[in-house]
């Protein structure tokens, strides 16, 4: 129990000092599964999440190609902490050092922009 209060302490003030206005929205947030396998047939792609941002900044996916993006955040030092695709309006804790998958729907050729919370940092998947 004393760890986990010193854990939260620790969050809420790196969260005040570097000023995202971090929305606790989603409670089921704790008990995202960890990613780990991926299905045949479904090409993963790595992307990390750290203090410049999302690299890569451009996914380039075939219209139907299975993807899984597989994001992993591994800096404290950043404000995304979790990512927004508005266009689909998904969003997504995202905890330090720990793959997060998240599935994008590739039926359509467009361009899926996905962000930080506050929309600084920004990337996308181009969809043709
Ligand atoms: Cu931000």
Known sequence: MRG???????GSLGIAA?????????????????????AAGVRAVPITVDNKGFTPSSIDVKKGEKV???FTRTSD???????VFPEISLKKELPLNKAVALDV?????????FQCGMGMYKSKVVIN
């Open 18 to 38: 570097s000023g995202c206005d971090k929305k606790s929205d989603d409670p089921r947030s704790s008990s995202a599964p960890a990613a780990s396998a991926v």
């Open 68 to 70: 899984q993006l597989l």
């Open 105 to 113: 729907p590739t039926d359509a050729p467009r361009t899926l922009t």
């Open 4 to 10: 986990t209060l010193v854990l939260v302490l620790a």
């Open 77 to 83: 030092e950043t404000c995304a902490k979790e990512v």
